[in-house]
């Protein structure tokens, strides 16, 4: 004889799910490695595991490391399914590397100016530990990336140029870079202006130091224009001393010579060699800036000009 039977029992088998897919990304020191798994169908969650990340489970499907700094992270994934009162997971991952590469240290820039015109300022980055390149940049240079640490201006020409530079690594496929260095001006120099002593880069473009011998000041003249302005003066030596001297002046409607006047006559009507030379005993054009003479075996003659 027989009981009734029992009302219907169910027993649930709850599905595992598939292994996900893991990546990771490779970055900078200072940004975190991000874990990404997969969307696995089915899938009501993620567990996550491995040294690089802290360990975890949730909905989330993307993951960080626990740090920033330079290094290799690794992690692991799992998904699975809750149901019916239980949890089925699929087997983890393989483990995933992500990298984080380290940053180089803000090189420090020098220059070697003041230059002169004709001249390039030479930029140069000290090395940095672990770089393999430098990129410059900054209005006095032509931007550019390479291992070289030096760069020259842009020019050659008279001003101040800027530049800048920053180191960077390039590993596992990324390029990871310094801050740059603050702006480093390197200044050439043009030479004495007209009309004006020559300074440590001679005379400016175009112009001629002329004195600056046997105790007389140096100038920086310009010759073409000085003769071409003074190709019409009348010239006469009159033996009425010495300018600096008493009794030094000029016949009546004549005049001591303005110092360009001064210059030119020298270097144009008297010395060959286009040169000021102060030698008594020939007969040679001496200048200052208070006169000319013409030098008869050291007989010092004004000159006078109309």
Known sequence: CYSAYTSNVTGVIVDIPNVPTLTATTTCAGTAVTFTSSSVSGATGYQWAGAGVTAGSGTART?????????????????YITASGISCFSAYTSNVTGVIVATPAVPTLTQDGPECVGTAITFTTSSVSGATGYQWTGAGVTASSGTARTKASKATTAGSYIAQVRAYRTASGIT??????????????????????????????????????????????????????NTALGVEVTNKGVVGQSGASCPSGWRLPTTDEAYWLCTNLWNDDKSVIYDSLKQECECNPWGVYWNRQGEASLICIR
Do not use: E, F
Request: include cysteine.
């Open 63 to 79: 993951k960080a490391s626990n740090a920033t700094t330079a290094g290799n992270y690794v992690a692991q994934v799992r998904s």
């Open 176 to 229: 990871c870079y310094s801050a740059y260095t603050s702006n480093l001006a390197g200044v050439i120099n043009n030479g004495g202006a007209r009309d004006k002593a020559p300074n440590s880069c001679g005379c400016a473009t175009g112009l001629t130091k002329v004195g600056g011998v046997n105790g007389y000041s140096a100038y920086c003249r310009d010759l073409a224009a000085d003769g071409a302005q």
